[in-house]
């Protein structure tokens, strides 16, 4: 069945690099953890970019310990700790949404479309970076729900059945090439907005790839579906 004809019935957003520019904070609050756990990890923007092909901050730990072959540590305790960094930065919503977002949920809310979020990360940080927002949504589906990471589509299916929804009645709002991958492996349409570690890459399987959803009116956006 294609949504040719299906209303747009549930928004579903990806979070860091979509809702907001937020993995500039991630890579800081990894450095500041590493740090403090006496590591000499710095990761730089071209290391983290490269890094970023990796879902999920301890899978992305574990990766770069492999690749520099170097001693094990203890990824659990440094990355709670690195949690505990970004949502003391984000804390009480500070993080400006990025352009078209809060237009967009709101004209959702006003048409009866539901909103939900499909993120690879932990719980915490999404509950830190939307605050009273979190309330929008009717399903939240985190990094503690879904534990294949992005590209596996196992997070946007679990959104799907806790919506009670089809994924032709759906749309997913994606920054990368995992979450494009993750949401059209869930029989998802999905559209992208370039974030500043994800511009220029591929996106296969996209409806559309835009520099942001600024000016991009909920009716327009629902209307590329039919061209799927
Ligand atoms: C992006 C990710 C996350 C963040 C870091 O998630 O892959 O791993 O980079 O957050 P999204 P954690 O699906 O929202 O784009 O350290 O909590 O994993
Ligand atoms: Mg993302």
Redesign the pocket.
Known sequence: MTSRSNPLRALIF??????AE??EV?RQ??NQAFAEFGLPWIWDQPLYRRL?A???????MAEFAREIDDVEPPFADI?RR??EI?TSRVAGGTLPFRPGIIPLIEQARGGGVRLAI?????R???EALLAERLGWFDVVA??EDAPA??PDPM?YRLVLERLGLPPEDCLAL???T??VK?ARAAGLCVLVSESIYTKGDDFPGALGVFDDFGDMPLDRISALRHRA
């Open positions: 990806d979070v860091d690099g979509t809702l937020t993995e991630h609050s990894f970023l990796i879902a999920g901050g301890r899978e992305r990355h690195k949690t970004y499909a993120t690879t990360t932990s915490a940080n999404v985190t990094a990471k992005k997070v994606e920054d990368s995992n979450g993750a």
